[in-house]
């Protein structure tokens, strides 16, 4: 069965601190690993991962993909309050569709 | 450009009385999905459209839900009878075949479902 397990499952950090998300997964086929912040309801785009070890990075945010060891991590620089929402990652798989195989979300609290 | 557009974007029923979603996906995106999202959960696919064709429902608990996509655009998603277990948000997104995999996958606001 596939399966998609982030940690921790929640965080509450001071801004200015660093942060580190870990999504770890089993899927079979696997093609892509995918970073969404949901702050209210719509999932938002961060990145997408197809290939190990080549970091991408977007201001403050950076993410990695390690397809041997199956997890990717997600560090946030320099934690803003505007950081706080529910960071999901997402699997998918080279099977043609694109369907997502979401985590259950890091909850990440960031207070001034 | 307009974005993935939901309503209502909350509802509050009874158990056991129906209720349906409506969905507009970005024009030009062929590809439709619902996802379910409880409350402390990530998304799951519920249903999947290529155009107007259903390719994957096997999430779908077709006793009490149905979906449908007519001329391939705005889609419909139904709950009859509902049950306390179906509160959620429901999500719909849509993506584009020639984007690549992964990007171009967008959601919308979604419809938070309260069954009392």
């Known amino acids: 069965e596939d399966k998609v397990v982030q940690s921790p499952l929640s965080l509450v950090v001071h801004e200015g601190d660093t942060v580190t998300l870990n999504c770890s997964y089993e899927?079979?086929?696997?093609?892509?690993l995918l970073w969404y912040k949901q702050e209210k309801k719509a999932p938002t785009f961060l990145f997408m991962l197809t290939s190990s070890g080549i970091e991408k990075k977007s201001g403050r945010l950076s993410s990695i993909l390690d397809k041997k060891e199956l997890f990717s991590i997600l560090n946030i620089t320099a934690t803003q309050t505007g950081d706080s929402a529910i960071y999901l990652c997402a699997a998918t798989k080279s099977a043609g569709a694109n369907n997502l195989f979401f985590g259950t979300g890091t909850r990440l609290t960031v207070i001034p | 450009e307009a974005g993935v557009v939901q309503s209502p974007r909350y509802k509050i029923i009874e158990k056991k009385q129906p209720v349906a979603f409506w969905c507009n996906p970005i024009?030009?995106?062929?590809?439709l999905y619902w996802y379910r999202q409880n409350l402390g959960q990530g998304p799951e696919l519920l249903i999947r459209?290529?155009?107007?064709?259903?390719?994957?429902d096997s999430q779908l608990p077709k006793d009490r839900f149905s979906a449908e996509r007519l001329k391939g655009v705005d889609s419909t998603l139904k709950i009859q009878p509902a049950e306390l277990g179906d509160s959620a948000v429901y999500l719909c997104?849509?993506?584009?075949?020639?984007?690549?995999?992964?990007?171009?996958?967008?959601f919308g606001s979604g419809t938070r479902l309260t069954v009392v």
């Open positions: 024009s030009g995106h062929n590809t």
């Open positions: 899927v079979t086929n696997f093609r892509s």
């Open positions: 997104a849509s993506s584009s075949r020639d984007s690549p995999q992964g990007y171009g996958y967008t």
């Open positions: 459209y290529e155009n107007e064709e259903a390719v994957d």
